[in-house]
């Protein structure tokens, strides 16, 4: 049984930092493409970052380059984003996501195969 749980959401100023985790559990996490979107209310779910299997290659929304920074730890099964320099603009629900395969060519949400709940991110 595969499991996503994200943690590190919550509410802060403008400018401010905050560091999102996902602990991973029930698959082979290292042969996972791990990816991080965001929806707003109202709104469709986007990309945010996504990381290749051994954590040398990633791709980021143009939104968040140079702000937001994604990592993994597989002996850890833990994925990660670092968020820096935050704006109301990235107030959203957070969720972690996992598809087997490639990473260069896939960052829809429809290609990502499991799911996390989502943790909240408010900044104002």
């Known amino acids: 049984h595969v499991q996503l749980v994200e943690s590190g959401g919550g509410s802060v100023q403008a400018g401010g930092s905050l560091r999102l985790s996902c602990a991973a559990s029930?698959?082979?996490?290292?042969?996972?493409?791990m990816g991080w979107f965001l929806q707003a209310p109202g709104k469709e779910r986007e990309a945010v970052a996504r990381i290749s299997t051994d954590g040398t290659l990633t791709y980021y929304a143009d939104s968040v380059k140079g702000r937001f920074t994604i990592s993994r730890d597989n002996a850890k099964m833990t994925l990660y984003l670092q968020m820096n320099s935050l704006k109301p603009e990235d107030s959203a629900t957070y969720y972690c996501?996992?598809?087997?395969?490639?990473?260069?060519?896939?960052?829809?949400?429809?290609?990502?195969?499991?799911w996390g709940q989502g943790t909240q991110v408010t900044v104002s």
């Open positions: 029930g698959y082979t996490y290292s042969s996972k493409c």
């Open positions: 996501a996992a598809r087997s395969g490639g990473c260069a060519s896939y960052g829809l949400p429809a290609d990502y195969y499991y």
